[in-house]
């Protein structure tokens, strides 16, 4: 039997990050997550704070994702339920 060793080092090598997000600071879709709602008072302060929050993590992200890491993002909402978190980080190890 052959096993081709490069495509299993690749693999093993493969940069993987997992990010934990505060659903506030990370503005989460507030269609799903009441954490990621802007304050009502002072919005546009809040709404140009934040917005740059999520700039840079989009930024950080491509560029992680451009230099072969394989990402995971998991909401702090998430990490409330066990099951649910576990599941999340499963799919993301299995999918390696
Ligand atoms: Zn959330």
Request: hydrophobic share 40%; net charge negative.
């Amino acid at each position: 039997m052959r096993v081709d060793l490069h495509h299993l080092a690749v693999q093993h090598l493969e940069p993987q990050g997992v990010f934990v997000h505060g659903c506030f600071w990370h503005q989460h879709d507030k269609e799903h997550c009441l954490d990621g709602r802007l304050p009502k008072s002072n919005s546009e302060y809040w709404h140009a704070k934040l917005n740059r929050n999520v700039e840079r993590d989009a930024k950080v992200q491509a560029e992680l994702s451009a230099l072969g890491w394989r990402i995971l993002v998991i909401w702090e909402c998430e990490t409330k339920d066990e099951f649910v978190i576990k599941e999340r980080l499963r799919e993301f190890l299995d999918a390696a």
